[in-house]
């Protein structure tokens, strides 16, 4: 019961997640709580966990890879085949995503992953972030990023490839597409992405200053959709998920499907040039030495 309300404690979910966890019995996806504690303490201990409820149709995605649920290579392949598992699954019309990390919904891309790896790598690992975006951005379910800390550049992405995104209203955490800030820049899909939601002009000064917006910013220029009380994220998320799925399965997919799919197609015809484009890009030795810069500025910032 302890370790129960440790976890629970962990999400920030304040008794929600009890909810999902004794869906046990009969979702197909959940993990025992004890399992979790345990794998948590090794290295192979999973990135993701899910709990599929089945009497709501609902599954709870928990990013649970400390310190800062970085994207990398293995979380990414976690993170796909998990929505793919659930898209199989028909029973399964919903998804909420959110984070186990205090204070971090997720930090984007592991920088680690682009710095100083070999070409390879870097396609392998390219391959897998454009993997985790069609998913989501695609899917059938009614995905709603709860997001419960900040998401910057990847974290933002992914929050964006949702239908709905519900943030904790505090002022510590930002959340935006902050790659020029890195020396980077944000790939077309990205870019498309964030003008899907918040419209070409506010998008072009959010990319080209490498803006990361306080919640109450982030909902004024409509890259949240709303803003809660931090305790209250997942609850509103559940609430808000049970009104989406009032709606006709069929009617919806085919508007999300009618609204999407131009952006889709796009990286889809695209993809392996888009690739290439990446890896001769981050390979680069002055986009190395930005990234080994920024990663020097963590640090200190740390200390
Ligand atoms: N990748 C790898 N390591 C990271 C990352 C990251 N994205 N973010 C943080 N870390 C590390 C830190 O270096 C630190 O490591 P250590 O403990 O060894 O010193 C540890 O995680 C904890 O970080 P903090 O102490 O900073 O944690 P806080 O809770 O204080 O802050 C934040 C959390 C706000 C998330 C903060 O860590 C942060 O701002 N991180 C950087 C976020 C960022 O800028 N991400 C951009 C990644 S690039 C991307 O997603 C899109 C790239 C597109 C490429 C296109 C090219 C063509």
Not at 118 to 130: D, I, L, N, R, Y
Not at 208 to 229: F, H, R
Not at 283 to 299: A, C, D, H, R, W
């Amino acid at each position: 019961m302890a370790l129960r309300a440790g976890l629970r404690n962990k999400c920030g979910l304040s008794g929600l997640l009890s909810q999902w966890f004794s869906c046990s019995n009969h979702g197909r996806v959940c993990v025992s709580p004890f399992l979790v504690a345990q794998q948590r303490n090794n290295s192979t201990s999973p990135k993701i966990k899910v709990d599929f409820n089945q009497s709501t149709g609902v599954a709870l995605m928990c990013m649970q890879s400390p310190p800062v649920n970085s994207l990398s290579l293995d979380f990414l392949t976690e993170f796909s085949i998990a929505v793919e598992k659930l898209e199989m699954d028909k029973t399964c019309r919903g998804l909420i995503v959110t984070s186990s990390q205090p204070k971090v919904f997720s930090a984007g891309l592991d920088i680690m992953e682009m710095y100083r790896k070999s070409p390879e790598h870097c396609g392998e690992f390219w391959k897998a972030v454009q993997e985790m975006w069609l998913k989501l951005y695609s899917s059938n379910m009614v995905t709603i990023a709860a997001i419960n800390g900040s998401s910057p550049a990847g974290g933002c992405l992914m929050s964006l490839a949702c239908d709905y995104r519900i943030m904790a209203d505090n002022p510590r955490y930002t959340i935006g597409l902050n790659e020029t800030q890195l020396g980077i820049v944000a790939p077309f899909w990205f870019k498309d992405t964030m003008m899907n939601t918040v419209g070409h002009r506010t998008t072009e000064i959010a990319l080209e200053l490498g803006l990361l917006y306080k919640p109450s910013d982030a909902l004024t220029v409509g890259l949240v959709d709303q803003l809660v009380p931090e305790d209250q994220v997942l609850t509103t998320a559940t609430q808000t998920m049970t009104k989406w799925l009032a709606i006709p399965d069929h009617a919806r997919q085919i508007t999300k499907s009618m609204m999407r799919k131009p952006t889709i197609d796009k990286l889809t015809s695209n993809r392996e040039a888009d690739i290439q484009n990446f890896v001769s890009f981050i390979t680069k030795e002055s986009i190395q030495k930005s990234l080994g810069m920024y990663l020097e500025m963590l640090k200190k910032r740390k200390g």
